[in-house]
């Protein structure tokens, strides 16, 4: 068991580290740094001026010197220095960082909220026609980039029934009521972005588990269908809909850097726009970095999880398992 | 005269998309009050889907497409899933072959079975526990005050099938189906499940329908024989009078396959059957 | 010999019973298509500007309506359209080309397998638009360079499907005999293996290019993608969105356009992936 947990582990840093070089290198593919993109604006910058620069932000080093600094800066924490605004990394990132969190945590619940009863109520009436319904507006969900979510809410709350507005934020912490309002509509349309694809992880393991042995037992014992649907089918599917995880955290993070920009929600998704216009490529990496992490650490931890339970649903896991992160099937349709 | 527990007349089962399969070709039985009948055949046969569909349980892809199925005087065949769920755990209860699936893994042994009860009896949470604990006590479960709140993986496999017949029994169905019940268990724990059923079934007066492939099985436990034979029942006929006189060939083919301590090594376990028909009519 | 594993009409056209709305999908693909390719004909002057006009909502004489520079709004999408299908085509060419032989390479040569699939993962586990923005902030953001960026990005999945496809293959007992005749691993591979493997990922390659279409949009959008004077749907909707409040169907119309034909695609995509599921077992 142990063993098990080790290899994971192991495994995953790899993945890391492959993912951080991978970064790290892409950026740096393209002759020419930083400073060329950011002192050009200003013309008549004196070559020393340049060289100066450079040297104070390693760039005149081979670039994997370059990588080791940064990453083994990275693993304690310490992200580097902007290349632009005099600020550690990592500094950048904690002042946005909870209003991002807050999005996407709220995203998150709200989804889960959303999609349960979506993903159960056509099974549990039994309705063919309302399970019709369902994958038509799932596909239409799947298909529908966020941004246009987020652009067809603000047409409808913000300029025709005036609502909502289509920007601003205000700390939870100075003002929660102003803060939920302007909150509303961002968070609802992540959600409504992410919902479709955990209707789908849903239906996929609900499909799985409906067909097991013991809902049989279930139905003959005369309790019902609805009964049968809460207390037996329910459970068992949302274990095995867990491993999706990972990837709904993975496009949770991606979402938010758009839906930040439609609704200039001050965030991490924000700052790395910003990060890119500029060329900061210190904060670029990290938080692409960070980003990956997250995804890397979730489905590590969902794993896990799932290996200690294993051996109590050793059974029904074979029938009733979900796409886990290396299964395609689900993630091949278009979803930021 | 007691009304027969099961009457099966004309009964015609197949496969919902395509009109051209069938699967039990216009099956008659009847079961009285009290009789245990076993339905013998090879995979394939049809024993467990005609059982299954007694229940309303058959698979989606299987209907039962005409006939008739009274399970003590209520009519079964084209009734709704409510109408149905009155009947199951009550009027008639299933178990089946391999006891680790067949139970829900997140939920605790006596939480299904007071689910059993409580689906039929409008108690208390805490009287349906008791009773689950005594039937616990009475399938041969040891230290069921403890064992109640046991997780089904956390039981073996003969363990589990006695929690599945306590499970049956709780609500004392008229008629008990038993599918296979112990093909999934060693030999010993299956003389053992055997010797449980057969106290139990007489304690309450049910009914038996004992599937199984096991011709000696199903002889040892079950007054009354019917063999199955491609969707169709070729012999029926008291245990006594099958076992000495079979007057199917394929019945003789199933007797002369079981393998005791002084069958002769160089015999052929399997011959040709030489088909005549049906044979010995229903006990109607 | 290689027998292409696709099957006959009275399947297919099963398949097409099974979810009719793939036809409904492929008409409005091509007919978009259509309109896009022959932009320069139907609409000769996008870009004629008429002051006087501004900004006008959808009417008889402007479909459409108009933009801010009075040009009319259809003409615009219908050039736009064009460059909005050219990248996300090239991405998914490119994305096939790189994720075929990727996939082939680790399918068939156990040494390098490890390797190839871990920097397949660690693409994936890259969520797509960081992704491209790293790309974007290191090269730009031209047409070229954003098919080169979308089709690395989606190279790994097509990899991984190849990878798992060309497995089997190579399993298979006709290709244990060609090996045994003498024939070339690559010989096996190019000529045997991947014809048989190619129906499955021409699923994959719809299904690309509908995400191609999702991540250009919305590099775009935030102004990271295609840049002025340059159009595609995304930098019309970002416009669009920027005039919400005056212009309300110069949003909506990209939005509902880029919509359809991501759906489109998809269903059709799907379509795929169930009828050659369906050969294949």
Not at chain 2, 64 to 84: A, C, F, P, T
Not at chain 2, 180 to 189: F, I, R, S
Not at chain 3, 104 to 112: E, K, N, Q, T
Not at chain 3, 174 to 193: D, N, P, T
């Amino acid at each position: 068991m142990l063993v098990y947990v080790l290899k994971r582990v192991g495994s995953s840093l790899v993945l890391l580290a492959f993912i951080s070089i991978l970064i790290f290198v892409a950026l740096r593919l393209l002759p020419g740094d930083p400073t060329t993109f950011s002192l050009a604006q200003g013309d008549g910058v004196s070559p020393e001026a340049l060289e100066k620069m450079r040297r104070e932000l390693g760039l005149d080093q081979p670039v994997f010197v370059q990588y080791w600094n940064w990453i083994s800066g990275v693993v304690v924490g310490n992200f580097g220095f902007s290349y632009f605004s005099d600020f550690p990394v990592g500094l950048l990132i904690a002042q946005r960082l909870p209003a991002t969190v807050t999005l996407a945590g709220a995203a998150l619940a709200l989804a889960i909220v959303i999609a349960v009863p979506v993903a159960v109520v056509p099974l549990w009436l039994r309705s063919v026609w309302l399970e019709r319904i369902t994958n038509v507006f799932v596909a239409l969900g799947l298909a529908t980039p966020v941004f246009v979510i987020g652009i067809l809410l603000v047409l409808f709350f913000a300029n025709f029934l005036n609502l909502f507005t289509g920007s601003g934020y205000v700390a939870f912490t100075d003002d929660p009521a102003a803060a939920l309002g302007f909150l509303v509509l961002p968070a609802v349309t992540l959600a409504l972005a992410i919902a479709p694809q955990l209707v789908r992880y849903l239906q996929g393991s609900i499909r799985g588990v409906a067909e097991a042995t013991f809902v049989r037992t279930a139905r003959g014992k005369g309790i019902g269908w609805g009964r049968t649907v809460s207390n037996h089918i329910v459970p068992n599917a949302l274990l095995p809909a867990l491993t999706s995880l990972g990837i709904t955290v993975g496009s949770l993070l991606g979402g938010s850097v758009v839906v930040e920009v439609v609704f200039a929600w001050p965030g991490v998704g924000q700052l790395v726009v910003d990060a890119v216009v500029k060329r900061d490529y210190a904060v670029i990496q990290t938080i692409v970095l960070l980003a990956a992490s997250a995804f890397v650490v979730v489905t590590l931890i969902v794993d896990l999880l799932y290996g200690v339970l294993d051996p109590r649903l050793r059974v029904s896991t074979s029938q009733a398992r979900a796409p886990r992160s290396g299964d395609t099937s689900v993630i091949k349709e278009a979803s930021v | 005269m007691d009304k027969p527990v099961l009457q099966v007349r004309e009964l015609r089962i197949g496969l919902r998309d395509d009109s051209a399969v069938n699967l039990v070709h216009g099956v008659n039985f009847d079961i009285a009050r009290g009789e245990r009948v076993g339905l013998v055949g090879e995979s394939g046969s049809g024993k467990s889907l005609l059982s299954l569909s007694i229940m309303g349980l058959q698979p989606t892809a299987i209907e039962v497409r005409s006939g008739s199925i009274r399970v003590s005087d209520h009519e079964v065949v084209g009734q709704n899933e409510k109408y149905l769920d009155t009947l199951r755990g009550r009027t008639m209860s299933m178990i089946y072959q391999d006891p680790m699936s067949s139970l829900n893994p997140v939920r605790s042994v006596g939480n299904q079975i007071v689910e059993a009860i409580r689906a039929h009896d409008s108690g208390s949470r805490a009287v349906a526990r008791r009773v689950a604990i005594d039937l616990l006590g009475s399938v041969g479960v040891r230290d069921p005050h403890r064992t109640v709140d046991n997780y089904p993986h956390e039981f073996s496999g003969g363990m589990r099938q006695r929690v599945m017949i306590a499970m049956a029994i709780s609500c004392e169905p008229k008629l008990l189906l038993a599918d296979e019940p112990t093909t999934a268990l060693d030999v010993t724990t299956q003389a053992k499940i055997i010797e449980l059923l057969d106290d139990l079934v007489d304690q309450r007066g049910m009914s038996v329908i004992f599937v199984t492939h096991d011709i000696a099985l199903a002889a040892s436990f079950c007054s009354r024989i019917d063999v199955m034979r491609e969707g169709e029942i070729v012999e029926t006929q008291p245990t006594a009078k099958l076992v000495a006189a079979p007057r199917h060939p394929y019945t003789n083919a199933l007797l002369a396959a079981i393998c005791t301590f002084d069958t002769d090594p160089n015999r052929p376990l399997l011959s040709p059957i030489v088909d005549t028909g049906t044979e010995g009519g229903n006990s109607a | 010999m290689t027998t292409l594993k696709v099957g006959s009409t009275r399947s297919l056209l099963r398949a097409v019973y099974d979810q009719p709305s793939v036809i409904v999908s492929l008409a409005t693909i091509f007919f978009i298509a259509l309109i896009s390719a022959f932009s320069p004909l139907l609409f000769p002057n996008p870009d004629e500007i008429d002051a006087s006009n501004r900004l006008l909502p959808p009417s008889p004489e402007h479909w459409f309506g108009t933009d801010e520079l009075g040009r009319e709004l259809v003409a615009r999408m219908a050039h736009a359209g064009q460059l909005t299908l050219v990248i996300a085509l090239g991405a998914m060419a490119l994305s096939i080309i790189l994720g075929v032989l990727w996939g082939m390479l680790a399918g068939s040569h156990g040494w390098i397998e490890e390797v190839l699939m871990r920097t397949a993962d660690a693409i994936m586990a890259v969520p797509m638009i960081l992704f491209a923005l790293v790309f974007v902030a290191a090269f730009g953001s031209s047409p070229e360079v954003l098919i080169v960026i979308l089709g690395i990005l989606k190279a790994p999945l097509v990899a991984r499907v190849t990878r798992a496809s060309t497995m089997v293959e190579l399993a298979s007992d006709y290709a244990r005999g060609l090996a045994v005749i003498g024939l070339s691993k690559g010989r096996i591979l190019f000529a045997e293996i991947l014809p048989n493997v190619f129906p499955v990922i021409v699923a994959v390659a719809t299904l690309n290019i509908a995400s191609a279409i999702m991540i250009e949009a919305a590099l775009s959008f935030i102004g990271l993608g295609v840049q002025p004077p340059l159009a595609s749907w995304g930098t019309l909707l970002k416009i669009g969105y920027s005039l919400i409040y005056q212009a309300w169907w110069y949003a909506l119309i990209p939005a509902i356009a880029i919509t359809i034909v991501i759906a489109a695609f998809n269903d059709v995509g799907k379509w795929l992936e169930r009828y050659l599921d369906r050969r294949v077992a």
